[in-house]
């Protein structure tokens, strides 16, 4: 997974909360690989109707189709654990997602996807959508400072520390867990000891 | 002395491997679930030359795609069960494949098999997985990356959530269910009203609930937002598990039994929330709009956006439209189309048998699925006879798995029809495009069915067990 650091492109705005991840991608689609691109499945029920895009969407505007950012209200991306949300996102082309909350699930996924959830305060978040509602706006991220700039807008986002970092790095766990890996083998064994009941009976 | 603990801390603390300098905990992974839907991390561990390093602690179900009449409905998705197979069978992981008498929905299986026990950690790629907190567990639903990682290590990072503690006091009313408990506080506190807290479920009408019931109020913590549902472990607990094929016997019984009577929260325990509710105002509840929260009593009427919260109004317009309602109108007496009766949530023993016992002696208006929620609770509702229930009152009895509850089988409510469901989301598109899910107990479903429109099931319990 490559990292990043800044990005600056179009953001379209989604003007709803709670946008759950059955919407963002529904279930019919997950399970087609993923190297054919789940992009096309991005909120597809809310953006097709009978295969045909329907018009309005902000999504299937042109200008969407350059989009790097998304804009939401709070609790987006709730529910199913299903990390295709994230992957219909990235495929898409967005690179951050902003809104006041997120479903920890969906936001652990996207930082493990270099999809960073950008948390801004209500106001913030209703001052981009009324930006985005006019047409698409530029956005400016850069993941080492505290703000993101709309024009001339400065608008303060929160991200934990160590995803602020793995998205930079494009750290993967699997490889940070490698060097706690003596650390692990002494915990099983004297965890054997300790809970013996633990470890898996036969079963019948 | 230690300082109090709550019983999140407790198992918490005995799963540390290492502490990160920002606070995140490199814990152990007791069990690891994994179904259909795990393909991709299989993927990665392919990709990466990896090995499961524990296969003895994981276990591969088939649920989510599994057909429930005949064969997969497609080829893709007799693909995704065969590619679970292949990858237990590769990695040397028990698998409870289509026709195993132990397969079933994960979260059914893992807790009837013992699986699930009081004091461990537990994963699954499968947000629903919330569930096994009801025995006393910190489980909780990862994406497919953590499952990769879990797979090649055993071990998962993460933060310590806030504690909530939901006390429900008092007793429930007749006709009231766990599903009621679980729907009403959802509507109470929101959708997101428990995001990054584990869940502590207490108070006397907890205590009275059968385990079954537990697990259905533990699987609904993720509708609440929260990380994990959990409920300490007694009697009940022990009792449900004692005998179960996966459960320790002989002296490591009596060593866990002693483990787990240490785990409950003391008594100074510190929560970081607290809410309290009286179970007594509890009432038969059921959704009317597109998300968990969207949850009322039945003698309720539909929400007027207009009359609603600024930040309310907009949603509740949408829903509305999408679920095909009129502001104002009562619930019930809404039409509905077909009936769903399964899932995780609600396709456990004593789900059927409060179902059964609205409908015998009754025929369905509408027609309606019954999937059991393993092969095992297929097997003993048939001994019981209520199979013949659900059948004589109209119903179609299947096999057991996801099915309706997420449409991925094939198994789906048609455009724009209305289902009367005991499963956990009524989200746009859930049970299928164009689907409206109405979300309610067991007991609710099938006094639905017997009408053909949203009812008190209340009236219809007059001289019946409930």
């Known amino acids: 997974m490559s990292g990043w650091r800044t990005h600056s492109g179009p953001a379209v705005g989604l003007d709803q909360h709670g946008i759950d991840t059955d919407q963002l991608i529904p279930a019919r689609f997950m399970s087609t690989p993923r190297t054919e691109g789940y992009g096309r499945f991005l909120l597809h029920d809310q953006r097709f109707e009978e295969g045909r895009p329907i018009p309005g969407h902000p999504l299937n505007t042109a200008d969407a189709e350059d989009a790097r950012f998304l804009i939401a209200r709070r609790d987006f991306g709730v529910g199913s654990s299903r990390e295709a949300a994230v992957y219909a996102l990235v495929d898409f082309g967005i690179r951050a997602v902003i809104a006041p909350s997120f479903g920890d699930i969906f936001a652990a996924n996207a930082v493990n996807n270099a999809l960073a959830p950008l948390r801004v305060s209500e106001a913030a978040a209703e001052s981009l959508l009324s930006l985005t509602g006019t047409g698409a706006t530029e956005l400016h991220v850069d993941l080492t400072a505290t703000h993101m700039n709309a024009g001339q807008e400065k608008i303060a986002f929160a991200l934990d520390d160590h995803w602020r970092t793995k998205i930079i790095n494009g750290w993967d766990d699997i490889d940070l867990t490698g060097k706690h890996q003596g650390a692990i083998a002494a915990y099983r064994e004297a965890d054997m000891v300790r809970r013996p009941w633990a470890v898996v009976a036969r079963g019948a | 002395m230690t300082a109090p603990r709550t019983l999140y801390q407790k198992i918490w603390d005995a799963h540390v491997i290492h502490t990160r300098e920002d606070g995140a905990d490199l814990l152990w992974v007791d069990r690891h679930l994994v179904h259909e839907g795990s393909h991709h991390a299989f993927a990665r561990l392919a990709e990466r030359g990896l090995r499961v390093a524990e296969p003895g602690l994981t276990t591969g179900v088939a649920d989510h795609y599994v057909p429930t009449r005949g064969t997969p409905a497609s080829e893709a998705i007799g693909r995704m069960i065969a590619t679970l197979r292949e990858n237990c069978a590769r990695h040397g992981i028990r698998f409870f494949g289509q026709r195993d008498?132990?397969?079933?929905?994960?979260?059914?299986?893992?807790?009837?098999?013992?699986?699930?026990?009081?004091?461990?950690?537990?994963?699954?790629?499968?947000?629903?997985?919330?569930?096994?907190?009801?025995?006393?567990?910190?489980?909780?639903?990862?994406?497919?990356?953590?499952?990769?990682?879990?797979?090649?290590?055993?071990?998962?990072?993460?933060?310590?959530?806030?504690?909530?503690?939901?006390?429900?006091?008092?007793?429930?009313?007749?006709?009231?269910?766990?599903?009621?408990?679980?729907?009403?506080?959802?509507?109470?506190?929101?959708?997101?009203?428990?995001?990054?807290?584990?869940v502590e479920y207490a108070g006397s009408a907890v205590r009275a609930l059968s385990m079954e019931g537990r697990l259905t109020l533990c699987n609904l913590s993720i509708e609440g937002g929260a990380r994990c549902g959990m409920v300490a472990p007694d009697d009940t607990t022990f009792a449900y598990l004692e005998g179960r094929s996966f459960v320790p016997d002989g002296p490591h019984w009596e060593a866990a039994r002693e483990a787990w009577s240490d785990l409950p929260s003391d008594a100074d325990a510190a929560f970081d929330r607290d809410v309290t509710i009286d179970a007594a105002e509890i009432e038969p509840t059921v959704t009317w709009g597109t998300s968990p929260e969207d949850a009322l009593p039945i003698g309720a009427t539909v929400p007027d956006p207009d009359r609603a919260a600024t930040d309310r109004r907009d949603h509740i317009a949408r829903a509305l439209d999408y679920m095909g309602l009129s502001a104002g109108r009562p619930l019930s007496g809404t039409p509905i189309d077909q009936v769903f009766i399964g899932s995780c949530t609600n396709a456990r023993i004593e789900d059927l048998r409060e179902a059964a016992s609205v409908l015998a002696g009754r025929v369905a208006k509408v027609p309606g699925l019954?999937?059991?929620?393993?092969?095992?609770?297929?097997?003993?509702?048939?001994?019981?006879?209520?199979?013949?229930?659900?059948?004589?009152?109209?119903?179609?009895?299947?096999?057991?798995?996801?099915?309706?509850?997420?449409?991925?089988?094939?198994?789906?409510?048609?455009?724009?029809?209305?289902?009367?469901?005991?499963?956990?989301?009524?989200?746009?598109?859930?049970?299928?495009?164009?689907?409206?899910?109405?979300?309610?107990?067991?007991?609710?479903?099938?006094?639905?069915?017997v009408t053909g429109e949203l009812t008190d099931v209340r009236f219809l319990l007059t001289g019946r067990a409930a």
Do not use: Y
């Open chain 2, 101 to 198: 008498p132990r397969q079933g929905i994960v979260h059914v299986v893992g807790p009837e098999q013992g699986l699930t026990l009081p004091g461990l950690t537990m994963v699954c790629g499968d947000s629903h997985t919330s569930t096994h907190g009801a025995l006393g567990a910190i489980a909780f639903g990862i994406g497919a990356t953590e499952v990769a990682h879990v797979l090649a290590t055993q071990t998962i990072w993460q933060k310590p959530a806030r504690s909530l503690r939901l006390t429900f006091d008092g007793a429930l009313g007749p006709g009231i269910t766990a599903k009621d408990m679980a729907l009403h506080w959802i509507a109470r506190l929101g959708s997101g009203g428990a995001q990054g807290h584990a």
């Open chain 2, 370 to 449: 019954v999937s059991p929620g393993s092969a095992l609770v297929k097997q003993v509702a048939e001994q019981e006879g209520l199979d013949r229930v659900f059948r004589d009152a109209g119903l179609t009895w299947v096999e057991a798995g996801c099915s309706m509850c997420v449409g991925m089988n094939g198994d789906i409510v048609p455009p724009g029809k209305r289902c009367a469901s005991t499963t956990n989301r009524n989200f746009r598109g859930r049970q299928g495009p164009g689907a409206r899910t109405h979300l309610m107990s067991p007991a609710m479903v099938a006094a639905a069915a």
